[in-house]
C-alpha cells in the first residue's frame, strides 16, 4: 500500500497551518498513487476532536499518540513505530522547524532518503517526486527515493490548504516506546512571547528591517517611514535582529515569523536568506535597500536600491509625507 | 567536558555556484571557506570552555571533505579548537544528507564526546538537518538553532526560537546541538593562533579506519536519488537604482510607488 503518513504540529488547541498544508497536499498525492493519507499527532492528551478535524482536509485516518510536545525526537520514536507498523511509503512534513528536525532524525533511523525544502511534489508511475530548489534557489533539482520509505519535507508556505468536506478522520490511539535519547530532553518554557505585541498581518505597507540598520536604534528610520505611510502601515523584522533583541518577536518575518503579504514591502538592511523569503514572497510589490550589490533580495524585489539605508531612508520618509501632502 | 565541533568546507560566498549539469551534485571548484556558520560553533566552545562551569579538556575538529578540507580544519583551530580530524575518503563522495550523518557520526563515536556542536546550516547545501542525523545515529538528544546556551551539571540549559516562540528546553549530555548564528559573536583568530595552526594535531581518517559501512555511504548508496535539474520559473528581473546622488534616488522611487498607487 502506498500511504502516506503526515506529520501534524499543533499547539493550543490548534492545528498549525503549515501541517494543514502539508495533510492537504498528502491527500492529493495519496489519491494518485491509490493510498490513503494519514496523520499523526503528539502530545499530552491531544484531543480526538482535534485530530478528527484533519479529516476536512482529506485525511482518512489520524494516529494521536501520547508524549512530550514541542521536541522531535519523542515524533521520530512514533512514526517509526507507525512506519514500522506498515503501509507507508512515504513520509511529509510541511514547513517549519520541528518537521526539520523529525523529518531528519526519522531518515537516520530508518535508513531513508530525505529532500528538504521542498517546493513541488509530484506522482508518477506510483512514485512520488520531490522538486527541491537549491543555490539560492536559482535550481530547482528532483528526487527520488530508492529506499523502501522517502521522506519529504517542504517549505514553509509551500503546500496549499484545501479543505475537501471529507468530515471528519477515524482516530487511532498509537502506542509506541520512547527511545533512551528522546527522554533526555525537556521543555521547560515553550512559547514564550518577547517584546511588544504588534500586529503585522494586516497591513497594507510594511516596513521590514534587517541587521543592515547596524543597531537597535536603526529601526527608528523605519518606524518614520512607515508614519509617513501611515494608516495600514507597520515595521517588521528579520529573525537575525528579533534574536538580537532590536525589536520584538511578534514582528518577525519568515520560517518561524509570520506570513505577510502586503501590497508593499520594503527591506531596509535585508539580505534575503531563504527563512525570511518563504515569509514575504507573495507580497505584491518588493523594494529593497541595501548597500551589497550581491544580496540575494535583489533576485526578487521589484525595485532594488543599491546605497546606505541610513541617507536614503530619511529622506525617502521626507519624500512621503511631501507627497501625501500634496 | 569534551567537545567535538563539525565543521565544513564550503565554496567562498563570493564565487558565484553552479551545479555540475551530469552529476546533478553541486561543483565545488574555486575559491573555499570555512562554513562561516561554523565559526560560531567553534566561539560557542570556545565560550564554555572560557565560562568554567565545566572544564573543557578538548576542542577538537571534525570534518568529511576532500583533501582540500584541511584548510577549513586550519581555521578552526586558529578560531580555538585544539585538534582535528579529518574524514576523507572517495568513497563518500557524493553522499546525501542521510549518508554524510551516517558517516560523521561512525567518526564521531571514536572520539566519544560529551557535546557535539555544529553551526545551523551550511552556507551551499542549506539543508539545516545534519545535526539531528548524526544525533539520531549516536543516539544522543538533540536540538537545533539553538541561540543561548548555559552549561548546568551535567546538562545544558538551551533557548532557541521555534513556531510558536522562544522555547527553553534543558537538554542532558552528552547532546548534538546545532547553534544559531545569533548566539555569539565570533572572535578573530590572532596571528599567532593562524600562524600555529598547521603544526596541530591533525588525523586523517579514512572510511574504514572508523568502520563506515561501504554499502551506505556515497552517491550511489545515497537513499535520496537525484533524477534532474531544471530552472526556477522565469521570473521578470526588478528594477536596480545604485544610489549616486540620494535626492535623485527618492525621486525615482518615489515615481516608482506613484506609478503602481502605492502612496
Not at chain 1, 506570513?259 to 518563504?278: D, F, M, N
Amino acid at each position: 500500500m502506498a500511504n502516506i503518513l503526515i506529520y501534524a504540529l499543533h499547539y493550543d488547541g490548534a492545528i498549525n497551518k503549515n501541517s494543514l498544508g502539508a495533510v492537504s497536499e498528502g491527500a492529493r498525492l495519496a489519491a494518485e498513487l491509490g493510498g490513503e493519507a494519514h496523520a499523526i499527532l503528539l502530545g499530552e492528551n491531544v484531543p480526538h476532536e482535534l485530530a478528527a478535524s484533519l479529516g476536512n482536509y482529506g485525511a482518512k485516518k489520524v494516529l494521536v499518540a501520547e508524549g512530550p510536545e514541542g521536541l522531535a525526537q519523542p515524533l521520530v520514536d512514533a512514526m517509526a513505530k507507525a512506519i514500522g507498523d506498515g503501509g507507508y511509503k512515504y513520509a511529509l512534513f510541511g514547513g517549519g522547524l520541528l518537521g526539520f528536525e523529525i523529518g531528519a532524525g526519522l531518515a537516520a533511523r530508518l535508513g531513508a532518503g530525505v529532500a528538504m525544502e521542498v517546493t513541488a511534489v509530484r506522482a508518477e508511475g506510483g512514485e512520488l517526486i520531490a522538486e527541491r530548489p537549491i543555490l539560492g534557489d536559482s535550481a530547482i533539482s528532483e528526487i527520488k527515493y530508492r529506499s523502501e520509505v522517502g521522506i519529504i519535507i517542504g517549505r514553509l508556505n509551500a503546500f496549499e490548504t484545501k479543505e475537501t468536506g471529507g468530515g471528519d478522520a477515524q482516530v487511532e490511539e498509537l502506542s509506541f516506546e520512547l527511545s533512551a535519547h528522546s527522554t533526555q530532553a525537556k521543555m521547560l518554557v515553550r512559547g514564550e512571547q518577547r517584546g511588544a505585541d504588534v500586529d503585522i498581518e494586516g497591513a497594507n505597507v510594511l516596513i521590514a528591517g534587517g541587521r543592515g540598520l547596524g543597531k537597535a536604534e536603526g529601526f527608528k528610520l523605519c518606524e518614520e517611514l512607515a508614519a509617513a505611510f501611515g494608516g495600514n502601515a507597520a515595521v517588521a523584522a528579520t529573525r537575525a535582529v528579533v534574536d538580537a533583541g532590536w525589536y520584538p518577536y511578534a514582528a518577525q518575518i519568515g520560517q518561524t515569523g509570520k506570513t505577510v503579504a502586503p501590497k508593499l514591502y520594503l527591506a531596509a538592511g535585508i539580505s534575503g536568506a531563504i527563512q525570511h523569503k518563504v515569509g514575504m514572497q507573495s507580497s505584491e510589490n518588493i523594494v529593497a535597500i541595501n548597500k551589497d550589490s550581491n544580496a540575494p533580495i535583489f533576485e526578487f524585489s521589484d525595485l532594488g536600491v543599491i546605497g546606505d539605508l541610513n541617507k536614503i531612508l530619511p529622506k525617502l520618509t521626507e519624500a512621503v509625507k511631501a507627497k501625501k501632502g500634496s | 567536558m569534551k567537545i567535538c565541533v563539525l565543521v565544513k568546507e564550503v565554496p567562498d560566498a563570493a564565487v558565484e555556484k553552479k551545479l555540475n549539469p551530469s552529476t546533478g551534485r553541486m561543483d565545488r571548484s574555486g575559491e573555499k571557506n570555512l562554513n562561516p556558520y561554523d565559526t560560531h560553533a567553534i566561539e560557542a566552545a570556545m565560550q564554555i570552555r572560557e565560562g568554567g562551569v565545566a572544564p573543557v579538556e578538548e576542542i577538537v575538529a571534525v570534518t568529511m571533505g576532500p583533501e582540500s578540507a584541511v584548510r577549513a580544519l586550519h581555521k578552526a583551530v586558529s578560531l580555538g579548537a585544539d585538534r582535528s580530524v579529518h574524514l576523507c575518503d572517495d568513497a563518500l563522495a557524493g553522499s546525501d544528507v542521510a549518508a554524510t550523518g551516517y558517516a560523521l557520526a561512525q567518526t564521531l563515536t571514536r572520539e566519544s564526546p560529551d557535546l557535539v556542536l555544529l553551526g545551523q546550516q551550511s552556507d551551499d547545501g542549506e539543508c539545516y538537518t545534519i545535526g539531528a542525523v548524526v544525533a539520531e545515529h549516536l543516539g544522543m538528544p538533540s536540538l537545533t538553532q539553538v541561540i543561548k546556551m548555559d552549561v548546568e551539571s551535567g546538562a545544558l540549559r538551551c533557548e532557541r526560537q521555534a513556531e510558536y516562540g522562544y522555547d527553553t528546553v534543558q537538554v542532558s549530555l552528552p547532546a548534538v546541538i546545532s547553534v544559531g548564528d545569533a548566539i555569539n559573536e565570533p572572535r578573530y583568530p590572532s596571528l599567532k593562533a593562524i600562524m600555529g595552526a598547521k603544526k596541530k594535531q591533525l588525523d586523517t581518517v579514512a572510511a574504514a579506519d572508523v568502520e563506515i559501512d561501504a554499502a551506505k555511504v556515497g552517491g550511489d548508496h545515497s537513499a535520496a536519488q537525484w533524477v534532474a535539474a531544471k530552472a526556477p520559473p522565469a521570473k521578470a528581473a526588478g528594477e536596480i537604482i545604485e544610489d549616486e546622488d540620494t535626492g535623485e534616488t527618492v525621486e525615482k522611487i518615489i515615481s516608482w510607488l506613484d506609478e503602481r498607487k502605492l502612496l
